[in-house]
């Protein structure tokens, strides 16, 4: 173990930006011995993988106008290449104004006509040019009347999805929303304005508007329930977008469409997700999720409908290889400089051939032609004038399709993906159907990923899987808005694993996933994260390998309460797991002085870019703090001890102070006071303090920190092995 503390700078002047004080302090050695809402109306569920499967199959000829007389015994669905018996079988048109009016909630008019037909406006992470762009489109969309109960929402996402526009069929509040979505940029999102919805005041307002619809005929009340049913949707895709974000932040856009996509599940019809962008760039550890975006808008029956932002710009692609290689070139130069073993294998490392032969082969815009295709939907691209093509597709796509209802192989949710073909007997069409799905039982949470199943049957399991050693901590900081924050480390020694190694090639295969679960007092799972890791590279690096650990690391929020935090770790090639819990209360932090839990230092790492600056607290400007879960210390490798800590002082309440105490067999055998700095911009003091080894004797020692300030102490302590 390797401890590079000293590179990180100290000193008491407040810094521009976040930064940890380190002092090596001086032990003064003691004498002491070894020792849903009721206004709503109920919409119509069909539960994938269970009783049915509902299609919305758009059919075009070759001029691509939609063809509206095919007929039943014309086609044929096939799923995992097997004709299915279709049970239901109908035409939905949408472009007849009065088609609202003319229905009422007990008429036979078919639900998708009752029911508001959601477009969802996604802006994502947008150059000037791109925004210029997707700004036009957008607007020419908006500006042309939306047909009878279409619905629009707008939203940006940069670092996170912001809601800028709940659903609405104002075409002046959409314009404006979406002025203020395509003028957000990476450094800023002052611009975006959340708007969250309050249940109560949504019930109080759907019933106000039911009552008085009641006298105003159907037309009248079919615009009333419609706005019940889109403000109850909006309320759900709040909700879940935000889970979405707390458990899966950093990982890619792919999480909070997921969770915008199945908030809008419960809705009978087709809906439209319309995704500006300037390309997806699908990594081999998102593979997986990037299936389960494209099964999640086909079990919700939402088309996605992309938009390449780059217009006619084709140089951005070129530019991403050149990233990529430039990234990959970094990381050999950083092996060169560190040399042998003394610096831990990363990830980084052991991706960068991998990332060099990816980077000769990107094509982000083939990832959203996909994502748009497999979910019936069009990508739209390679022009400079987006919008006409985006008017025609979305709209003639809504307005007319057909809604095809069959019965599945299996209704057993066993996670494994399904195609499906739908198939016609009429020669020069065009038939634009869904790839299939995922059979996944349904949640209410964040959307579940195929690779998680076996890892939530292994918490499930009695007595729980112990098939190999990994070890696990929760690390507790301080409040926020979202809750207390923790956060989890798990790590696995990767000589535990089982590697899968194709000799002819010279090359070795790892497939290893992760989990966290929060459980309440009453069993139910509040939070839930994951990760999968398929690592692959050259055979001759494997040795070095499997001397390193797998790290797995999670931000979680939690308010005050009783929890369990289980972490469940899977080896893929043999399919065995291995689960841990432990209790985690939560309290409700003090309103004087306050530190987070304290850590031993295993290493401090550089840390590349700028996105979990604010999210993670292990980590400060250009540098990560990774701790020490339960490796021994060894004084022979390393001359000092270092340990973390945030201290949380309270404005005008004086300098707040410092002791270390080092406890062995419960008598204190060592202290130190430390000279603390500033305070940084957010209020926090990160502090690494290092002790020389050679005072101590080999032995396992308790080590505590006490804050005090006005009179106000807060503690924590950790523990660490010493070996020769």
């Not at 603390?676 to 020692?701: C, H, M, N, W």
């Amino acid at each position: 173990m390797v401890l590079h503390s000293a590179s990180i700078a100290s000193g008491r002047s407040r810094r521009h930006e976040t930064s940890i004080a380190v002092l090596v302090l001086a032990m003064v050695l003691l004498s002491v011995p070894h020792a849903q809402s009721p206004s709503a109306p109920q919409l119509p569920v069909v539960r994938t993988g269970t009783t049915a499967v509902v299609l919305d199959v758009v059919v075009r000829d070759r001029r691509g106008h939609p063809v509206r007389d095919i007929q039943q015994s014309e086609l044929m669905v096939l799923e995992d290449g097997v004709p299915r018996e279709v049970r239901s079988f109908r035409l939905i048109e949408r472009s007849a104004p009065s088609a609202i009016a003319q229905s009422s909630p007990g008429s036979d008019q078919p639900d998708a006509l009752r029911y508001p037909t959601l477009i969802t406006f996604v802006f994502d992470h947008l150059t000037q040019n791109g925004r210029a762009l997707a700004r036009r489109a957008a607007i020419q969309f908006v500006s042309r009347e939306l047909a009878a109960n279409q619905w629009v929402a707008v939203y940006g996402l940069e670092q996170r999805l912001r809601l800028a526009q709940p659903f609405s069929r104002d075409a002046p509040e959409l314009r404006s929303a979406i002025e203020r979505a395509t003028m957000v940029s990476a450094e800023s999102h002052d611009h975006l304005t959340v708007e969250r919805t309050d249940p109560e005041a949504s019930e109080r307002a759907a019933s106000s508007a039911i009552a008085a619809a009641g006298s105003g005929g159907n037309a009248a009340l079919g615009a009333a329930i419609s706005e019940v049913v889109v403000r109850d949707v909006l309320t759900h895709m709040e909700h879940l977008v935000e889970a979405s974000e707390s458990q899966q932040r950093g990982q890619s856009t792919l999480f909070p469409l997921m969770a915008l996509m199945k908030a809008q599940g419960s809705l009978a019809g087709r809906k439209a997700l319309v995704f500006f962008s300037e390309g997806l760039s699908i990594p081999p550890n998102l593979e997986e999720a990037y299936r389960s975006a494209i099964s999640e808008a086909n079990r919700a029956n939402v088309s996605i409908y992309a938009v390449d932002a780059r217009g006619l710009d084709t140089g951005r692609a070129l530019d991403q290889s050149r990233q990529m290689l430039d990234r990959s070139g970094r990381t050999s130069q950083a092996q060169l400089l560190f040399g042998g073993s003394q610096k831990p294998v990363t990830l980084d490392d052991i991706m960068s051939p991998e990332r060099a032969e990816g980077a000769l082969r990107t094509d982000t815009q083939n990832a959203l032609r996909a994502l748009a295709e497999e979910t019936s939907g069009a990508l739209i691209a390679n022009t400079n004038d987006l919008g006409p093509g985006l008017i025609d597709r979305v709209r003639g796509d809504l307005d007319s399709y057909y809604e095809i209802g069959y019965m599945p192989g299996s209704g057993a949710a066993d996670g494994r993906f399904r195609s499906v073909e739908v198939k016609l007997a009429r020669k020069g069409v065009n038939v634009h159907s869904r790839s299939g799905y995922f059979a996944l039982p349904e949640t209410d949470t964040t959307p579940l990923l195929p690779f998680e199943l076996p890892m939530l049957s292994a918490a499930a399991a009695t007595p729980p899987p112990q098939a190999f050693e990994y070890s696990a901590a929760a690390f507790r900081f301080d409040r926020s808005p979202k809750g207390i924050q923790h956060t989890v480390v798990v790590e696995v020694p990767l000589d535990h694993l089982t590697f899968e190694e194709n000799r002819r090639a010279r090359t070795y295969v790892l497939r290893f996933t992760a989990m966290t679960l929060v459980k309440d007092q009453n069993g139910q799972i509040v939070q839930r994260t994951s990760e999968t890791y398929p690592l692959e590279g050259p055979l001759d690096r494997l040795p070095a390998l499997k001397r390193g650990r797998l790290r797995f690391k999670r931000q979680l929020w939690l308010p005050p309460g009783h929890y369990t935090l289980w972490t469940i770790a899977r080896d893929q090639a043999t399919e065995r797991s291995s689960v841990k819990s432990v209790p985690l209360d939560v309290a409700e932090p003090s309103s004087g002085i306050r530190v987070s839990d304290l850590s031993v230092i295993r290493t401090v790492d550089p840390a590349a870019g700028a996105d979990d600056l604010l999210e993670d607290p292990f980590r400060t400007g250009g540098m990560r703090v990774v701790p020490n879960l339960d490796l021994p210390i060894s004084k022979a490798a390393n001359a000092q001890v270092s340990a973390y800590l945030t201290i949380y002082p309270q404005a005008a309440a004086g300098e707040p102070a410092l002791v270390f105490e080092f406890l062995r067999d419960g008598a204190v055998v060592g202290r130190s006071a430390a000279e603390l700095p500033e305070p940084d911009e957010a209020g926090r003091i990160k502090y690494v303090a290092s002790f020389p080894t050679q005072i101590f004797t080999a032995g396992t020692y308790e080590l505590r920190a006490v804050a005090t300030q006005g009179g106000i102490a807060a503690s924590s302590q950790t523990h660490f092995v010493l070996i020769p």
